[in-house]
């Protein structure tokens, strides 16, 4: 399925934009993430990074369908 | 349930109207927190902080906190402001304050509130030094 | 050290101006404690406070609280400043605020005047009903 | 020796002045504490009494001088 993720903070810098569009052959949140520490390897070197789904945060196991909303959410540091 | 006093804001955050929203005539005492940006870390002179956040989810998370609170501490209101963009150096970034009837609900409160934002609430800060920038606590 | 920010004052107390004595560049976290007058006493309806207090001695112990809360906690600043004289509903009578370089010692200095100050300071309350009046904690 | 007691709150209430000046026979702050119950009967059913001299509180051995400022401390309650 062709899927749009939202990046912010240090995730918009290593991958180079603030959203990234792809085709995902996978059915899960953890998947998801694993195809993307794949594709950009500096994801890696990250203190965490979580999965979001319409706005809550995802277990690996969350199905993900086209048209949610998904954002990749690297450690915060909000206050 | 009353409706949540949150907010994300690029503007400065105005403390008056903040402990105001929370205030009523039941509560005999108020907990302000205002987390403010430190001139530096470990000991690197800082120039300027930029938050930036997932808006709509930051907002929900921050619903999420005011909820819990209520729930887990004998509290009338809970509001919590953060601000967002470039913040100098002795600026708010973020300002929770919390009414009670007596006062350990609304020191505990807010305390949980802070801890609590500080892990789940998707804001990010990134310090700006005068020899470069980093986003606070990516990395190991 | 630095002169004492504390004041006992027959004028309304000003949240900014307290929180502005307390910050600078080196804080991160300021907590403040408001203690406002609430409504009813064990469901019994109060209509305002009197506030009354010797002076010299209750600013000095003001002192000595802050001076503790320096020693006990790391904080940078300590204010404390307490009304007079009458007080409606929904007054402030009491802000204290506190700043820090981290967050855990403004709340836990905030919490420790506030409990030493109702302990220790010579400054009484009475309420005032509309059916008669009673110094606050003066009976068993 | 002749002193003077600056009185607060209730305790102002009981003597009926925001000054009480005695002449006192005794040398410490705890005889003067068990002179003033004996005189004014209504401070016994207070919660405590404390005495302050010259802006502190006293123990019940604390000597007072003639110059001395002394104060009788009902029960507080601010904040």
Redesign the interface.
């Known amino acids: 399925m062709d899927i749009r993720i939202?990046l912010?903070?240090?995730t918009k810098?290593i991958v180079g934009d603030n959203t990234l569009e792809l085709k995902f052959t996978g059915n899960t949140a953890g998947e998801l993430r694993s195809h993307l520490v794949r594709q950009f390897q500096k994801l890696k070197?990250?203190?965490s990074l979580l999965i979001?789904v319409n706005?809550?945060?995802a277990e690996d196991d969350t199905i993900i369908n086209e048209k949610d909303e998904i954002?990749l959410?690297?450690?915060?540091?909000?206050? | 349930m009353e409706a949540d006093m949150n907010e994300l804001t690029n503007e400065k955050l105005q403390l008056d109207k903040i402990v105001d929203q929370v205030r009523n005539d039941q509560c005999g005492g108020i907990d302000v927190f205002i987390g403010t940006v430190r001139n530096a870390t470990e000991e690197r002179e800082v120039r300027y902080l930029d938050f930036e956040a997932y808006e709509s989810m930051a907002l929900s998370e921050m619903n999420k906190i005011s909820e819990q609170a209520k729930e887990k501490f004998e509290i009338n209101n809970m509001a919590i402001h953060h601000r967002l963009g470039r913040l100098e150096i002795g600026e708010e970034a973020v300002i929770i304050a919390a009414s009670a009837p007596h006062r350990d609900a609304a020191f505990l409160a807010c305390r949980f509130a802070i801890d609590t934002l500080k892990k789940t609430v998707p804001i990010w800060k990134k310090e700006v030094f005068v020899d470069g920038e980093v986003w606070v606590s990516v990395h190991p």
Chains 1, 4 share one sequence.
Do not use: H, K, W
Not at chain 1, 73 to 79: A, E, H, L
């Open positions: 939202l912010f903070g240090v810098e070197g990250l203190n979001a706005n809550e945060y954002a959410i690297p450690p915060v540091s909000g206050g």
